[in-house]
């Protein structure tokens, strides 16, 4: 199958590719880089041993997304490209609704002129903000509770529209938790920009000594042990869910003798939740990590962050039903792999590659 990857070079998306390409399907990568860095799609090309097509451009350029799918004829598209940092986002809302649901109208305008309609849409539990209930099913109410947040509903809605207005479209909501790890060989991983957002990056470069502590927010929550619960869920298990998604939108149906996708019935608008269905707080993921790697990660207890909650995790049961999927790695290999990334690439990409070069 011929596989479109908007965002192909991010975190989550290198290690999909990883995945599209060792599935044995073709593969073109779309990315501005303006959070990512061509690097990592150099070391998917030595990881698969594989070659794929890449396009530098940003979704919002409808005449670039045009000739993008025109050329590439995709028979799915696993749309990964946005902006994801929840404070940016309170400080820069316009620039976040521009680029994230801007950008995927572009994308779905030149996907409309084409005969691909299966969509793989890399969503986030962010949607359902505070919890009424755990563990978090589908079923649950959506009110996002920050822009990125509402970027994310935002899409989902005019997904869900989508198929209503045109049948033949099967598109696959992914909501995923909190993906951590890298790839077991360390080539690949999660590399920000700045300073992190999410917990297990900033454990990772106080580790290799890139920041002095960690700060913990709040240790009083009604948690275990006070601090934070989140279900974390191993990126290669996310890479999986969205191959399998892919298989699930195919349905297995016939293409025709072109090698474009039928217009028939396809299978509408699904969300499904990706997680290990349990928690891990804060305190447990940092000793986790510091058993990894060997070493301590110091600690500071810091005031509880506006926005936060006490716990979140999934329940993960649908994607099993139905995509026949199910996360497989534990909090130990989470660490194991992020460490590995870390410790052989304490800069990141750009450093290597400034060193290479």
């Not at 009110?143 to 696959?172: C, F, H």
């Not at 399998?244 to 019935?265: C, I, K, L, S, Y």
């Not at 608008?269 to 804060?282: R, W």
């Not at 996360?327 to 690439?345: F, P």
């Amino acid at each position: 199958m011929r596989i479109l990857v908007t965002g192909g070079a991010g975190y989550i998306g290198s290690h999909t590719l990883i995945a599209v390409l060792a599935a044995g399907h073709e593969a073109h990568v779309v990315d501005n880089f303006s959070n990512s860095h061509p690097e990592a799609l150099a070391r998917v090309r030595r990881l698969s041993n594989r070659d794929f097509g890449v396009t530098e451009a940003d979704l919002r350029d409808k005449a670039a997304m045009a000739a993008v799918v025109a050329g590439t004829r995709p028979e799915a598209v696993i749309h990964f490209a946005g902006l994801k940092a929840v404070g940016e986002s309170v400080a820069k809302p316009l620039a976040y609704f521009d680029n994230n649901v801007g950008g995927t109208v572009a994308l779905l305008e030149a996907l409309q002129a084409s005969g691909c309609r299966r969509f793989v849409f890399s969503s986030s539990a962010t949607v359902y903000g505070d919890p009424d209930h755990l563990p978090i099913n589908e079923s649950h109410p959506r009110r996002a509770t920050n822009p990125y947040g509402r970027t994310k509903l935002q899409i989902e809605e005019m997904l869900e529209d989508l198929a209503v207005s045109d049948p033949s479209w099967s598109i696959a909501l992914l909501r995923y938790f909190n993906p951590v790890g890298a790839h077991p060989s360390g080539d690949i991983g999660e590399d920000p920009s700045g300073i992190p957002n999410n917990l297990m990056p900033f454990i990772a470069q106080v580790a290799v000594g890139r920041r002095p502590h960690l700060n913990v927010f709040g240790d009083d929550y009604d948690t275990p042990d006070g601090t934070g619960v989140r279900d974390y869920i191993h990126v290669t298990d996310l890479a999986r869910a969205h191959l399998a998604a892919v298989d699930w939108a195919a349905g297995n149906a016939a293409v025709d003798a072109a090698g474009d996708p039928p217009r028939g019935e396809g299978r509408g608008c699904e969300a499904f939740n990706l997680g290990t269905g349990q928690g891990t707080s804060v305190r447990e993921m940092v000793a986790a990590f510091a058993a990894a790697a060997g070493r301590p990660v110091p600690t500071v207890t810091a005031p509880r962050r506006a926005g936060d909650i006490a716990a979140c995790w999934a329940d993960p049961g649908k994607a099993a039903a139905a995509l026949g999927w199910r996360a497989e790695l534990d909090l130990a290999a989470m660490c194991r792999s992020t460490w590995a990334w870390q410790s052989r690439n304490p800069g990141g990409y750009r450093d290597a590659a400034a060193a290479a070069g």
